[in-house]
């Protein structure tokens, strides 16, 4: 039977599950056919902080939204034209994101009186007409799964954990996505088991031809590749990318890496990948508490390495007190904070930009360090070499402000050439600085980067003694002096507001907006995507997306002032339109959310056209 | 480890030009001056010393030292000197700590560097008092403590530092007093020797907020029927005259004082700061009462245990010896790995 062949530009797939179905799996292996297949991506996975919450329940429920098309696309999507839903909890839990008219795919044998009973439902959804206005397309997954299977030497339990590769080859039909990288994938993932490598390609296999045959599935559909940049691609999730950002910085630098990190979900990934690397002279330490992490960290920078210490909000406000000490120390230190739905434990899987004020405030004393947020997940690579570079550079703490949202989506990234990335190469001090050419000076600064010597131990003739305690200028001798205190404090503010840092880009194609759009971090895509949106219906907006927050760029003030009108929208209550208007004077609205999910495109574009149209 | 190298340095080399600012009469100053007059026998160059130490009286040691030197933040010494030590192994790293320091606030770091048998060598100073914030009570001082804060006594139970030590799995455990030079060098010479975590008390006297509180240890009339000096292979006997032992009673779990003229020569314990089971240091560590009576001093317990410092770099040695090209080949080559694809 020939199908016919649609085409579209583009398409949005959510794979929904129980946190047992391997969801995540299925939607990274359609993610790299797509990928194979040269669309543009970005992905969205959403799941559970339970490791297994009770089987078949709507707190179990765990999904993995991809989004591809034939042109450059900024966010994973924000509604579904496709839901595939394992069993009833899946279709309750996600049902509500759908748009009418959406495909809907359901394992029909999940849809016991149990099962639904399990989430409220008093009659079965798929036969009491309540789906009516979405294409269902009722599949007996299990059955068939088990049934295509029912031929090789697999436990029944086997068989049936291989539905979702029977979905995956059915979406793969449906998309034409070609799947040899799926099979190879199998092939070295069960290499220790030849018997499993059979049966999960031959569910795969079974789903595609279910497809090919089944009447159901009328219309094939197909995205043809989107116009991207020549080069080398791989998709890659923020937390891989700013571990591969955290390898290329000590190959760039020359120094080993030390990562010292406590487990914390989203953080966990950096270090489990960091440990992957030691031939790269990275040193991966999972220290018994986020205080002795970033202890050890600062540590190793003490002794000449790139210290990194790896956590999530609840990590940072522990390591405060040590942050300060690397404040005073004057050393380079690289904090990355993957930041996560708060207070307390708060939402751990869940997404929000809520530790801005913990980054540029959060300590005791006057305790300045640089701020850096990446906008995507491939920019997670070059936020971590930026980070890595300032703290070499000026020799202070940098935080790095990502969050769940870039850690865990993907996009494609073109890989950059290594000898393009920036040289982060260092001199550690190795003679006296002090004008009788015998004294070492340890809070001499240079003059053009106000960084005082990185004198290592191990350095004959600069032996010194560093602590917290208030030091003298140049000595570095304990003070208590209230004028040397005063110049101390006003020194170490002034040299991280000296940093120099690149001008922030607005994107105002026609140049007649009258409305900016300011946003930082993870908030770049659906922000861009809700502006491109705005323009192509003839509103005008300006978008400016800030990488640096501390210190700001020095354009800050001046794009600010050249608009009627700045909006800020933040997964927070606010933090930085408050900044914005405590240093630069400029009435910033705010637009906050705050619900563990980024912003739909959709929900930021009907904002702005109300602030673009009416003032 | 640092290794020792032909250097002639006297006891002035390692002192700093700083001021030295305890109190009057504190046994800091004993301590600071046996130290700095041992440190020329290592044979280790100053510029490969290092003194780490968190906050407290003890903690300011690092600044009188002229060696390099981190005065850093309370209770966190041994997680930082840990990631230095880790990184540098050409370095002799020292941490310097006192009760409170060590066993209250870092306590938890103290425990996992004497775990992971971290090359250290930790220096505790206990005088049971916090002194630098003015006459509290610490995790060693005495149940019914008076201090400023238990103005009707502690009801805390104190921490035995040793025992901890040893239920922390501490590869090397010793305990002397500040004002005994030739016995806190010969620790301390012990100690470094030692490759991993050492873990030295020193009895340390606070002359302004628990004055004396180790008195009976160093009074020349009573410190001999008090202290009892482990000597490594030699029967455990101690008093003016060697009138008292220790024995393991049949049947009981630990050690035990007896009159030696009561008990079969046979049956002292004889010394052996190696056996492999902590259990037998523990019991030493057991000893003392509430009156400092049978306190052993010495090198309760030494073996032999691979340093976190000697595995973390095996790791790392041997995964770069697998490794070929240059970082930077190596670097693009980890860039490309997974599924890539190429757009023309």
Redesign the interface.
């Known amino acids: 039977m020939t199908k016919q062949v649609r085409q579209l530009d583009r398409v949005v797939i959510r794979f929904a599950g129980d946190s047992g179905d391997g969801m995540q799996l299925t939607g990274d292996r359609f993610t ?1 056919e797509t ?2 297949l ?1 669309n543009d991506i970005s992905t969205l996975p959403n799941f559970p902080a339970e490791i297994r919450a009770p089987a078949g329940t709507l707190p179990g429920v765990s999904s993995f939204q991809v989004h591809f098309a034939d042109y450059d696309i900024l966010t994973p999507g924000d509604a579904p034209n496709v839901l595939v839903a394992m069993n009833p909890a899946a279709l309750k839990a996600n049902i509500g994101d759908l748009p009418r008219g959406a495909d809907i795919i359901v394992n029909t044998d999940e849809f016991t009186k149990r099962n639904l009973t399990k989430v409220g439902y008093a009659a079965n959804p798929l036969e009491d007409g309540s789906l009516d206005g979405y294409a269902l397309h009722p599949v007996a997954l299990t059955a068939m799964t088990i049934g295509a299977l029912a031929d090789h030497d697999v436990s029944k339990k086997d068989a049936e954990r291989a539905k979702n590769m029977f979905a995956l080859g059915l979406l793969s039909w449906m998309y034409s996505r070609p799947y040899e ?1 799926t099979i190879r994938f199998l092939e070295r993932k069960f290499a220790a088991r030849p018997e499993l490598v059979a049966a999960n390609i031959a569910a795969f296999k079974a789903g595609w031809n279910f497809g090919e045959t089944t009447e159901d599935f009328g219309v094939r559909y197909e995205v043809k ?1 989107a116009k ?8 890659i999730t923020g937390n891989q990318a700013l571990s ?1 950002g955290l ?2 910085a000590g ?1 760039r630098s ?1 120094l ?1 890496v ?1 990562l ?1 990190a406590y487990p914390i979900t989203p953080a966990s990934d950096i270090l489990h990948e960091l440990s992957k ?7 991966t ?1 999972q ?3 986020e ?3 970033i ?11 790139l ?1 990194i210490t790896t956590t999530s909000g609840p990590g940072v406000a522990l390591k405060g ?2 942050i300060s ?1 690397a404040v005073a ?1 004057e050393l380079p230190l690289v904090v990355i904070d993957v930041q996560r739905a708060g207070p307390s434990t708060g939402m751990p899987t869940k997404t929000e930009q809520a530790d801005l004020n913990m980054a540029l405030f959060g300590r005791h004393g006057e305790a300045p360090v640089a701020v850096v947020a990446p906008r995507s997940p491939s920019d997670c690579f070059f936020a971590a070499i930026e980070a890595a570079r300032i703290a070499l550079t000026y020799r202070t703490p940098v935080i790095l402000l990502s969050d769940n949202y870039v850690a865990n989506g993907s996009e494609p990234w073109l ?5 393009s990335l920036p040289d982060l190469r260092v001199e550690f001090a190795t003679e006296p600085n002090g004008d009788d050419g015998k004294t070492f000076l340890p809070y001499l600064r240079d003059p053009v980067t106000m960084a005082r010597p990185w004198a290592i ?13 208030e030091k003298a200028d140049k000595t570095g ?2 003070s208590y002096d209230p004028a040397n205190h005063d110049f101390m404090v006003r020194t170490r503010a002034a040299r991280i507001e000296a940093i120099p840092v690149p001008d922030v880009e607005v994107e105002d194609p026609d140049g007649d907006a009258r409305t900016l759009v300011l946003g930082w971090g993870s908030t770049y895509g659906p922000i861009g995507a809700a502006c491109r949106a705005l323009r192509q219906r003839g509103l005008p907006v300006a978008q400016a997306h800030l990488r640096h927050l501390s210190p700001m760029p020095a354009n800050l003030g001046d794009v600010l002032k050249a608009y009627d009108r700045v909006v800020v929208p933040e997964m927070n209550l606010g933090q930085l339109a408050h900044v914005i208007r405590g240093r630069y004077l400029v009435d910033a609205i705010p637009y906050n959310q705050v619900s563990g999910l980024p912003f739909t495109a959709a929900k930021l574009e009907s904002m702005l056209e109300e602030v673009v149209k009416n003032g | 480890m640092a290794e020792p190298v032909a250097l002639k340095l006297t006891q002035k080399d390692f002192k700093s030009d700083q001021e030295v600012r305890w109190c009057p009469g504190c046994g800091d100053y004993a301590i600071l001056a046996a130290v700095q007059s041992f440190m020329p026998e290592l044979r280790i160059p100053r510029e490969r010393t290092v003194f780490v130490s968190g906050i407290g009286c003890s903690s300011r040691f690092p600044y009188y030292m002229n060696t390099y030197g981190m005065h850093s933040i309370h209770g966190r010494a041994p997680a930082i000197a840990t990631g230095l030590s880790v990184s540098r192994p050409d370095l002799s790293v020292w941490v310097v700590t006192g009760d409170g320091d060590a066993l209250s606030i870092g306590g938890n770091h103290l425990i996992h560097a004497l775990r992971r048998n971290v090359n250290l060598k930790i220096l505790l100073f206990n005088n049971r008092i916090y002194g630098l914030t003015k006459g509290q009570y610490s995790p060693t001082s005495e149940l019914g403590k008076i201090t400023k804060s238990t103005p009707v006594g502690s009801a805390d139970s104190p921490f035995n530092p040793l025992s901890l030590a040893l239920g922390a799995e501490a590869t090397f455990v010793a305990r002397t007093i500040d004002s005994d030079r030739k016995h806190l060098q010969s620790v301390l010479r012990a100690a470094a020797e030692h490759q991993g975590s050492a873990f030295v008390e020193i009895y340390q006297n606070c002359n302004i907020f628990n004055d004396g509180a180790f008195e009976t240890l160093k009074d020349p009339s009573t410190r001999d029927e008090y202290l009892i000096r482990l000597e490594h292979r030699q029967p455990i006997t101690f008093g003016a005259d060697g009138q008292r032992c220790v024995v393991h009673p049949p049947g009981g779990f630990g050690l035990e004082v007896r009159e030696t003229a009561s008990v079969d020569p046979a049956d002292i314990v004889v010394h052996d700061a190696t056996v492999a089971e902590p259990a037998y240091a523990f019991a030493l560590s057991r000893l003392p009462g509430l009156d400092l009576r049978n306190t052993p001093i010495g090198v309760l317990r030494q073996v032999e245990r691979s340093s976190y410092d000697e595995r973390v770099r095996e790791q790392t040695d041997s995964a770069k010896a697998k490794a070929t090209g240059t970082p930077e080949e190596q670097l693009a080559g980890l860039l490309t790995s997974g599924d890539t694809w190429t757009i023309l």
């Open positions: 790299s990928a194979q040269g990288s590749p991207m940049s020549p080069g080398t691609y791989r998709n591969l390898v290329a190959v020359g080993p030390f010292g690397h030691k031939r790269f002279g990275v040193t330490m220290a018994e508490d205080i002795a992490a202890g050890a960290a600062l540590g190793a920078s003490y002794g000449g390495s210290g007190e040590t000490l120390l890989l950059p050439e290594v000898d131990p191990g350095t004959p003739g600069l032996e010194h003694r560093i602590g917290g305690l001798d304990i």
